[in-house]
């Protein structure tokens, strides 16, 4: 195990670890420390963010019910590595844990699996091809970050597609801006009917209505990012053009944290 244990209780304020409502979690089999860890129905509760720029977010608070046995499952048993790599004229240390799954690799829980089915028939019509790898980053505490961010490489770089993420353990916050210079850069456009660059709407099932014609009108001094908190089982997808035309990150915080886990279900050769 890598780490002090995980205590549920110290890091999170909100008396619902699970959903209030067992209906439609598919059980996978699987009990650990706490409830055994479930996968609800992506649609159920979801809202879809309309970005600017032809890029979306889905949010779907406490996906997976019973979500922090899940995550002491994963710290304990993913081969999680360190790695480096070169910035500037130098060699510097990836600022969290990592581990990778390639398309067709047995995945390290079947909780896992469980969710990639889920999120394959929910985004079929949409993205029109499953979700193949599973890659993984352990955020220690508030030192372990990512910086801002698309994941371009591969198809990314030239067309829409999506990455679903379900983060586990403490809260951290999730931040989203538009990529300088682009489509949705907010000193360009951005779309009415919401607050600032994020008017959004609630999805209930697998269809998603965004047939969305409405004009893009100039937009000032929207250069605030989006900010999510998630863990605990919560799942947040980027889909049209968002790894084209905005970036992500999770920065570093002095404020006292606990660990986090990030599983990254992606399409074949987007990275």
Do not use: N
Request: glycine content about 12%; proline content about 8%; overall charge positive.
């Amino acid at each position: 195990m890598v780490g002090a244990p995980f205590q549920a209780s110290l890091l999170d304020t909100d008396p619902l670890d699970t959903d209030p409502s067992d209906a439609g979690f598919a059980d996978a089999g699987v009990s650990g420390a706490g409830a055994a860890a479930r996968v609800g129905p992506p649609g159920a509760g979801l809202r879809r963010d309309r970005l600017a720029g032809g890029a979306w977010i889905d949010v779907r608070r406490r996906w997976i019910a019973g979500a922090d046995s899940l995550f002491e499952r994963l710290r304990a048993e993913v081969p999680w590595r360190a790695e480096r790599r070169p910035m500037y004229d130098r060699t510097v240390a990836v600022p969290r844990l990592l581990s990778f799954y390639d398309e067709g690799d047995p995945l390290p829980d079947p909780v896992l699996d469980a969710a990639r089915r889920a999120l394959d028939e929910h985004y079929a019509a949409e993205l029109g091809e499953r979700f193949a790898t599973v890659g993984l980053a352990f955020y220690r505490d508030g030192r372990d970050s990512v910086a801002w961010h698309g994941d371009r490489t591969g198809r990314g770089s030239t067309e829409d597609t999506m990455v679903a993420i379900l983060v586990l353990g403490a809260p951290r916050a999730l931040l989203l801006r538009p990529r300088a210079g682009g489509p949705a850069d907010p000193r360009r456009a951005a779309r009415p009917g919401g607050t600032g660059v994020g008017a959004h709407g609630r999805v209930g099932g697998g269809a998603v209505p965004w047939a969305d014609d409405r004009p893009l009108v100039p937009v000032t001094g929207a250069t605030t990012a989006i900010r999510h908190e998630l863990g605990h089982g919560d799942l947040l997808v980027m889909g049209g053009s968002c790894h084209r035309t905005w970036e992500h990150a999770v920065p570093k915080t002095a404020r006292p944290v606990g660990p986090r886990i990030s599983v990254q279900f992606r399409p074949r050769d987007v990275r």
